[in-house]
């Protein structure tokens, strides 16, 4: 199966910062996902087809990458980006695998 | 809008079984894929399964074949999840999610529901 991992596993922002996290896959897919999760929630998504930002998310962020190698970039972090992203992948077998997750705060 | 209101939290004795149910409005159920997330802490997300309602055709994870049984009922827009031979590895969040039109990606995530293997 194709792993997704996912670095950092934690990191922390100032308001303003730019943050970058990343998605590795263990072999290369066609397309990246990612979601939004803040405690006791479900899961929200943010950016479908690598690069593609979900309804209602802010143009501040944006997805980009290909091949193994995937990234979400926040150009100005603020208070309420403070969540963990997970970044998802379809493949033939098995068809979804999910990475780790990147646990953001804000400083 | 489209919603998926999933059942309401189950408190279950190891070695049974619980069927939970994810109700689909505002779209037509018979023509999304409706997909089966787990999450316990720690864990992450788990992807177990998926169907379409439209023709009863499912994928499973290899991890969760013979564990989880996925099934749907057009009727009533409704989708369910059976997790079979419950051990303390089956407590978790079980979430719900339908795709996208045309990916591979969850749109749409139920609330979910949280499963408690308990003696």
């Known amino acids: 199966q194709i792993v997704l991992t996912q670095s950092p596993a934690l990191m922390s922002a100032s308001p303003g910062e730019k943050v970058t996290m990343t998605c590795s896959a263990s072999?290369?897919?066609?397309?990246m996902y990612w979601y939004q999760q803040k405690p006791r929630s479900s899961p929200k998504p943010w950016i479908y087809l690598t690069s593609n930002l979900a309804s209602g998310v802010p143009a501040r962020f944006s997805g980009s990458g290909s091949g193994t190698s995937y990234s979400l970039t926040i150009s100005s972090m603020e208070a309420e980006d403070a969540a963990t992203y997970y970044c998802?992948?379809?493949?033939?077998?098995?068809?979804?695998?999910f990475g780790s997750g990147t646990k953001l705060e804000i400083k | 809008q489209v919603q998926l209101q999933q059942s309401g939290a189950e408190l279950v004795r190891p070695g049974t079984s619980v069927k939970m149910s994810c109700k689909a409005a505002g779209y037509t159920f018979t023509n999304y894929w409706i997909g089966w997330v787990k999450q316990r802490p720690g864990h992450g997300l788990e992807w177990i399964g998926d169907i379409y309602p439209g023709g009863g055709y499912t994928n499973y994870n290899e991890k969760f074949k013979g564990k989880a049984t996925l099934t749907a009922d057009t009727s009533s827009s409704t989708a369910y999840m059976q997790l079979s031979s419950l051990t303390s590895e089956d407590s978790a969040i079980y979430y719900c999610?339908?795709?996208?039109?045309?990916?591979?990606?969850?749109?749409?995530w139920g609330q979910g529901t949280l499963v408690t293997v308990s003696a």
């Open positions: 072999s290369s897919v066609s397309y």
């Open positions: 999610a339908r795709r996208y039109d045309g990916n591979y990606g969850f749109a749409y």
């Open positions: 998802q992948q379809w493949s033939s077998n098995p068809p979804i695998t």
